[in-house]
């Protein structure tokens, strides 16, 4: 009789502790699950906050800075174009040339909100927002190679 007892007592430990790790093992699982999905959230969060401050994850910001950079070129070019027709090697180029030459009555606006600065020959025609954030160019408003 004892060994039937000491038998049935070896089967309840082992259950228990069998079921005991199945119930942790499972509810750990649950609980990382819940964990890594809040994670998740927050990092979702994370990236919506850096877009509405425009951040450089801001795909909205990207595509401003990209139609920036294009419009710089297009300034950059235009200046050049109309500095050799107008036979200027130094110095400022006028802006009604630049316009004439762009075949446009105002200079393109920064679709960033910022503003054009054409400068003297020599130097690359730039954005006043510049470099957005560091790290990645992709949203900068620099043009600086021709």
Known sequence: MNRLINNMVKIAVILG????????FFGATERE???????AYDAKAAVKKVGELGGALDPGNMEAARKCRENLKWIESCKRAAAQKAGITTGMVPLNRILDEMGVKKLPRCPAGGEYIIGELGY???????AASPGTKA?????SQF
């Open 17 to 24: 502790l069998v079921g005991g790790g199945a119930w942790y």
């Open 33 to 39: 699950k819940r964990r890594v999905q809040s994670a």
């Open 124 to 130: 690359m025609a730039k954005c006043s927002i510049g």
């Open 139 to 143: 949203d900068d408003h620099l043009f």
